[in-house]
Nanobody, 124 residues
Framework: QVQLVESGGGLVQAGGSLRLSCAAS????????VGWFRQATGKEREFVGA????????SYAISVKGRFTISRDNAKNTVYLQMNSLKPEDTAVYYC?????????????????WGQGTQVTVSS
């Protein structure tokens, strides 16, 4: 069992940046592929990006590619989501997810563990 806790959300103006953190406890995060999803009010959960357990492979949704970067520090048991050039449409609750696997997926149902989410609000 792994517990995931997101932090770093908040209110930012359009064009600004935020860095979200996903801290894991209970198990070594280096054994897990980790993803980020987001859900805006009234909308379905949306894939943002994911990183393999080694960190060598990442994937991103087209809507965030070039603006968001996922990285991980396995020594700190933490995965990060650096968000630059934020837009009002990036406003959502952001969730960190994990699965003990060599690969990652864009399917939210594939992941076994979810954090509680952190709110990101981008004002225009």
């Amino acid at each position: 069992q792994v517990q995931l806790v997101e932090s770093g959300g908040g209110l930012v103006q359009a064009g600004g940046s935020l860095r979200l953190s996903c801290a894991a406890s209970g198990r070594t995060l280096s054994n897990y592929g980790v993803g980020w999803f987001r859900q805006a009010t009234g909308k379905e959960r949306e894939f943002v990006g994911a990183i393999s357990r080694t960190g060598r492979s990442t994937s991103y949704a087209i809507s965030v590619k070039g603006r968001f970067t996922i990285s991980r520090d396995n020594a700190k048991n933490t995965v990060y989501l650096q968000m630059n050039s934020l837009k009002p449409e990036d406003t959502a609750v952001y969730y960190c997810v994990a699965k003990s696997s060599l690969v990652v997926s864009q399917d939210p149902l594939w992941y076994d563990y979810w954090g509680q989410g952190t709110q990101v609000t981008v004002s225009s």
